[in-house]
């Protein structure tokens, strides 16, 4: 099998900035890690290979730097790595981001073979919109399964995928395709530290980096700022709470708590009860 994962380099949340006038995240001199959400992907990528045999390849877009993230993902295990990386992209948001992506991943189809499978984390830690997989599908023509929780059966023979997709109120099980887009969610499966020997090949393994041309991006308009209509007006942290929670003593039986709790929450908001109780006489 030949399965794509696509990474991000991103700040360590605990010290993103932003910069006061762009209102864009500020990446110089902040420590940066690979997604953890894209972890659990390239975990999942990895036991496929493990299972089936072929190669993985991970992709970034970002700066030089990235390429740092990508050694970490060669070091787990991952088989190539690629860089795209542009001043072109500087600025992108997640549309144009999906159109550079996009590219570089017909292009990795065009150099390394068909992919089978592309995967991605749910979101990112920093952006934290998980619009990026699903509009790389998109763009793509794939099949894409989001939210997935297990891979529950893979037949690379049949072109079959089977996953557990978390929903709300319940899972559901489906069954697609191949190829498709899978994101995966945190917690699905153990990271590997991966193995010496990676290691070592990792710190030697030649990063293959290209350039918005290398790529073959036919409108460089559509990347970085000037293709990104997405406009941050303000970033700014919420003003604490002054009304502080408040704790409900337990009660001996449960229904008596339950009681006692909402007794408590309509004292604190009356309109709330006065609204309930005309809902409920409307009934």
Known sequence: MKILVCIKQVPDSAQIRVHPVTNTIMRQGVPTIINPYDLFSLEEALRLRDKF????????????????????????????????????????????????????????EKTFGKQDIVFAGKQTIDGDTAQVGPGVAKRLGLLQLTYVSKIVECDPEKGELVVERRAEGGVQVLKTATPCLVTMLEGSNEVRRGAFDDALRAARAEVVTWSAKDAEIEDLTKCGLKGSPTIVKKVFAPAPRSEKAAFVEPEKTAADSAEALIAAIFARHPAL??????????L
């Open 53 to 108: 045999g072929g190669e993985v390849t991970v992709l970034t877009m970002g700066p030089p730097m990235a390429a740092d993230s990508l050694r970490k993902a060669l070091a787990i295990g991952a088989d190539r790595a690629v860089l795209l990386t542009d001043r072109f992209f500087a600025g992108s948001d997640t549309l144009a981001t999906t159109y550079a992506l996009s590219a570089a991943i017909r292009k990795i």
């Open 273 to 282: 009860e006065a609204d309930m109780t005309k809902l409920a006489s409307g």
